[in-house]
Every structure is written in structure tokens, then in C-alpha cells.
Nanobody, 123 residues
Framework: QVQLVESGGGSVQAGGSLRLSCAAFGYTSSLYCMGWFRQAPGKEREGVAVIASDGSTSYADSVKGRFAISRDNAKNTLYLQMNSLKPEDTAMYYC?????????????????WGQGTQVTVSS
């Protein structure tokens, strides 16, 4: 079993930056892919960025060039550096992880989820 705990959310003005963290506890050596998802009010959950155990990454088109995902396996922590934030980035951000040998933006791939951290970007 794995538990994920996010931190680092908050309120920022457009153009600002935030860094999200996700600490993983438990059987973390089993984790293959980790990622960040977000859900805005009235919208479906969407994938933002994912990273496999070999360090390969994928990003949603809407965040390419602005967000950077990374993981520190020694600290069992996942990060999301968010720069040039826009009001449309406002959402609840969730950390997700899976032990399955695949990595992608489908929510069903992930069997571990954090409780979420709110990001609010004002114009």
C-alpha cells in the first residue's frame, strides 16, 4: 500500500510561480509512474504531467514550457514546478502513482491518489 501527501498549493497572481510536492509513504519501490492531475470546478480531471521511473516525462500541451515535473527517488518525493501561471491553471491538483508498467494521462492507470492541494491564480 502507498500513501501520497501533497503540499505547496496556494494563491498567486498571474505570472507567478508555485512548487508542488508529493511525499510517498509505504511500498514506494513498486511505483513505476507518478503524475500530477488537476480538476477545476465543473470540469473533468485532466492529466498535467507524468514521469516514469526512468525519468522520462510527458506534459499536457497547455503546460508545456511552463511546468516541470521531477521526482527524487531517494526522498520518495514528486515535484511540480509551475511557472508563468495563468488564471486557467486554477484547480485542485492531485498527485497520483501506479505500480503498473505504463505511464500516461489516463486516470484509470493510477491506483494511488493524494488528497489534493488547491492552486488559485488571480488575474
Amino acid at each position: 500500500q502507498v500513501q501520497l501527501v501533497e503540499s505547496g498549493g496556494g494563491s498567486v497572481q498571474a505570472g507567478g510561480s508555485l512548487r508542488l510536492s508529493c511525499a510517498a509513504f509505504g511500498y514506494t519501490s513498486s511505483l513505476y509512474c507518478m503524475g500530477w492531475f488537476r480538476q477545476a470546478p465543473g470540469k473533468e480531471r485532466e492529466g498535467v504531467a507524468v514521469i516514469a521511473s526512468d525519468g522520462s516525462t510527458s506534459y499536457a500541451d497547455s503546460v508545456k514550457g511552463r511546468f516541470a515535473i521531477s521526482r527524487d527517488n531517494a526522498k520518495n518525493t514528486l515535484y511540480l514546478q509551475m511557472n508563468s501561471l495563468k488564471p486557467e491553471d486554477t484547480a485542485m491538483y492531485y498527485c497520483a502513482a501506479t505500480a503498473r508498467g505504463v505511464c500516461g494521462f489516463g486516470s484509470s492507470l493510477y491506483n494511488y491518489w493524494g488528497q489534493g492541494t488547491q492552486v488559485t491564480v488571480s488575474s
